[in-house]
């Protein structure tokens, strides 16, 4: 199966996975993938995420979910730019999710961060994604 925008998958197997209530979930490595994933353990909505080999020179990552009180640590994870309809915010145009409860995902041109930090560093690009 080939597999066109890597990182709705990774979003779908998070949010599937949160309604199931499953512990842990994996899927295919990449960079992009893992930089996603250092963002959502610093804000505090997945406990961690390790990466082990499947085979020779194909790795997985495992993300272990996190939930408070049975509840899933995130309510929505939404892709806003997709390989089809890419979706670019100026610094002072970058959207505030739930005044500022939630988190949108920014990849700049110094790398991926949330809104805010995007905004304190006078730095627009494109929005992967918003999570609350």
Known sequence: MSMNDPISDMLTRIRNGL???????????????RNILDLLVREGYIKSFSERPVRTGINELLIELKYYDG????????????????????????????????????????????????????LGGEVLCTIY
């Open 19 to 33: 309604k199931a209530r499953k512990e842990t979930i994996t899927c295919p490595s990449s960079k992009i993938l």
């Open 71 to 122: 509840a899933p640590a995130m309510k929505n994870i939404k892709r806003v730019s997709t390989p089809g309809r890419r979706s670019y915010a100026a610094f002072d145009k970058l959207p505030t999710i739930y005044n500022g409860l939630g988190v949108a995902l920014i990849s700049t041109s110094k790398g991926l961060m949330t809104d805010l930090e995007a905004r304190s560093n006078k």
